[in-house]
């Protein structure tokens, strides 16, 4: 039963992150705060929605150091990307790089620092009861 509920949390993180995604392309995005502010609650939800069952705060560690790594790569692989594919299809997977710098990298490590802080105070509460 608990499982199910999980997956059900999932699943409504990852609709309400495809909602705010819709809702930020239709009120457009470039140089407009409320469309990136859409995408960028859309990101957090999206990653929200694979990372909230964790329950010590050492996954949100790794996931915060890969986040920091992960947004160097993909800005390198972006630019690379971006030089090599003028008018190709490389130049695609550059924007797609920049994509995954410019939000799901930043996105994830505003979680692991605050979900991180968040368990290490509960495990502490609960090491302190027993």
């Known amino acids: 039963m608990y499982l199910i509920l ?4 999932t699943y409504v993180y990852l609709l309400l992150s ?3 995604m819709i809702a930020a392309i239709i009120v457009s995005i470039p140089d407009n705060p409320p469309g990136i502010i859409l995408s960028f609650i859309s990101s957090i939800l999206f990653v929200l929605a694979f990372t909230h069952n964790w329950k010590k705060p050492k996954p949100y560690i790794i996931l915060i150091i890969s ?3 992960g947004f160097i790569i993909f800005a390198v692989l972006h630019n690379v990307f971006e030089v090599i594919g003028k008018g190709t299809f490389l130049e695609l997977i550059g924007v797609f790089f920049f994509l995954l710098a410019i939000f799901i990298c930043p996105a994830s490590i505003i979680i692991g620092i605050v979900s991180s802080i968040v368990t290490a105070i509960k495990s502490e509460k609960k090491r302190n009861i027993q």
């Open 6 to 9: 999980k997956q059900k949390r």
């Open 18 to 20: 495809a909602i705010s």
């Open 67 to 69: 986040s920091v790594l």
